[in-house]
């Protein structure tokens, strides 16, 4: 994956996937419910990372066609290919949004937590690579849009009724 070119522009990240841009690029990704977005950031290189993770273990499923969906293939995949394009592991930082519980009301085993469980499959990858989790904003009950900007790292989220928050 090349990083986008060194314009302001938004790039969109999809579900299940990742895109790596450089300063100035921002970086968004919509529809953040039970999924978590993680984004990592090295301060020095201004190179920022985004993955929509979707589902947290990709050792419950025999056929694994897209690594970024899954928080233990994706986070390292990110990881290494910002390496690959000049970020340093030792500088990367993190940052988590999301892993609501979108369906209220409804019984835990039938939800499955998976909001729960895609975060805290994050933060122990995250954690197992040395990653530090500068801020998160997870959990609840809403959905939300995150937005990585690569000239600072700072992450904006809206949340349904265009509430902003900058972490």
């Given at each position: 994956m090349e990083p986008a070119?060194?314009?302001?522009?938004?790039?969109?990240?999809?579900?299940a996937d990742y895109k790596i841009?450089?300063?100035?690029?921002?970086?968004?990704t919509l529809g953040?419910?039970?999924?978590?977005?993680?984004?990592?950031?090295?301060?020095?290189?201004?190179l920022g990372g985004l993955l929509h993770v979707m589902l947290p273990d990709s050792t419950q499923f025999n056929n694994v066609t897209k690594p970024a969906k899954f928080a233990d293939l994706g986070i390292p995949l990110i990881i290494k290919e910002m390496q690959s394009l000049g970020a340093s592991p030792g500088r990367i930082q993190a940052k988590l949004v999301g892993g609501a519980q979108m369906f209220l009301g409804l019984d835990d085993k039938m939800t499955l937590n998976?909001?729960?469980r895609n975060t805290e499959k994050s933060?122990?990858?995250l954690k197992k690579m040395g990653i530090p989790i500068l801020d998160e904003e997870v959990g609840g009950n809403r959905g939300r849009t995150m937005i990585l900007?690569?000239?600072?790292?700072?992450?904006?989220i809206r949340t349904l009724g265009n509430k902003l928050k900058v972490i």
């Open positions: 070119a060194r314009s302001n522009v938004e790039i969109q990240v999809g579900i841009a450089m300063d100035p690029g921002r970086l968004i953040l419910g039970s999924c978590v977005g993680v984004s990592l950031y090295d301060p020095l290189s201004r998976i909001g729960h933060r122990e990858i900007d690569t000239r600072n790292g700072q992450v904006t």
